[in-house]
């Protein structure tokens, strides 16, 4: 598969890999359902409904008051051989809330460069906020940003709408690179050439497809999670992993690691662990007609502690995560998939070609 094929398969699974984790209507299922013991039908219903969704050539999804939530303190402390101490803290918030986003791809199976056609747009409200202290001296910055953005394409051009999306940044201290890059190059409507070559169509060719395949039909394959018949040809496959599982993996079934000082290592000791009321939950709903949805919630809370000697001077640092998330994708099929075009295509300058 050339490398423009990949990143073309990457970009389309990019939505299903941002989809993730707690217990909300993300991850709702429809009345419960009866749990399945023999799996095997279902699991060749779960193919059939990807071959499907690949096969129309078209693919819609959409994605409705989605939000990540992330916030941590750390405290470090650094201590000498003479016993001077150096502490520092930072304070993190970082929110992002009112997440819509909504695509759409048709021509993903033809030949035809003509037939191809596709919109994604998307908003949201990102809140930052960061906090620190190091040896007495103490910064602070706080932003609050919204925008949204419009990306439509057909065989010809390719327009971005970035002109309501060129300020949105976490916090200005975090996000002033950024700011400065996207300020003046990105802050009007621009198109460009789409280009798409023969030789790289179609867009989801059968190699393409049969790794997608592969990488759904292995999600049956967690022993953790259940398939669910909810009737109407409707079906659901589902998982959730508590704290402690998720200790466990992260750490390799230990909750600590430790190396001994030598001569030319540093004594190192580090733990990760998530607390008990932490909750990750994934959840696939689909029939005969393809996906209906892919979900993930969750909260987690997680504490970190390392601590390192090196050359006499002791550092230990102890921080504390939290994250609050949902997301869920619900797609449509077919005829029901609509791409979005621009209305306003003179106001858009050209910027080159993107050579698909």
Request: with cysteine.
């Amino acid at each position: 598969m050339s490398m423009k094929k990949k990143s073309i398969l990457l970009l389309a699974a990019l939505p299903l890999c941002l989809a993730s984790c707690g217990t909300d209507s993300a991850v709702a299922l429809p009345n419960n359902g009866t749990v399945i013991t023999d799996t095997t039908a279902v699991k060749k219903q779960l193919a059939q409904s990807i071959e499907t969704e690949v096969d129309t050539g078209a693919l819609g999804f959409s994605i409705d008051n989605a939000h990540f939530n992330l916030g941590m303190t750390m405290e470090n402390n650094m201590t000498s051989t003479d016993n001077t101490a150096v502490k520092s803290t930072m304070e993190y918030q970082y929110n992002v809330t009112d997440v819509t986003l909504k695509g759409a791809m048709k021509g993903l199976k033809s030949t035809n460069a003509s037939d191809i056609a596709g919109s994604l747009t998307g908003s949201a409200k990102i809140k930052g906020s960061v906090k620190i202290n190091a040896g007495g001296a103490s910064a602070e910055d706080n932003k609050e940003e919204s925008g949204a953005f419009g990306i439509y394409f057909d065989h010809a051009y390719t327009y971005f709408d970035l002109s309501n999306f060129a300020d949105l940044t976490a916090s200005s201290s975090i996000g002033a690179n950024a700011s400065a890059a996207l300020s003046g190059s990105v802050s009007s409507k621009i198109k460009t050439v789409s280009n798409f070559a023969k030789a790289n169509l179609p867009l989801v060719s059968e190699e393409s497809y049969n790794s997608l395949l592969e990488w759904f039909t292995k999600t049956g394959e967690n022993e953790e999670g259940e398939f669910r018949d909810h009737g109407n040809n409707t079906y659901s496959y589902s998982f959730t992993m508590d704290g402690d599982t998720i200790t466990e993996n992260i750490n390799g079934n230990t909750k600590s690691t430790t190396t001994e000082e030598t001569s030319y290592l540093p004594s190192v000791s580090n733990s990760l662990t998530a607390s008990k009321d932490t909750s990750l939950t994934y959840a696939i709903i689909f029939n005969d007609e393809g996906l209906v949805s892919v979900g993930f919630a969750g909260k987690v809370g997680v504490e970190v502690k390392n601590s390192s000697t090196v050359a006499g001077y002791t550092t230990s640092t102890n921080a504390n995560v939290t994250i609050d998330l949902s997301v869920k994708l619900s797609f449509t099929h077919g005829k029901n998939v609509v791409v979005e075009t621009v209305s306003d295509p003179d106001q858009y300058t050209f910027q080159g070609g993107l050579g698909i």
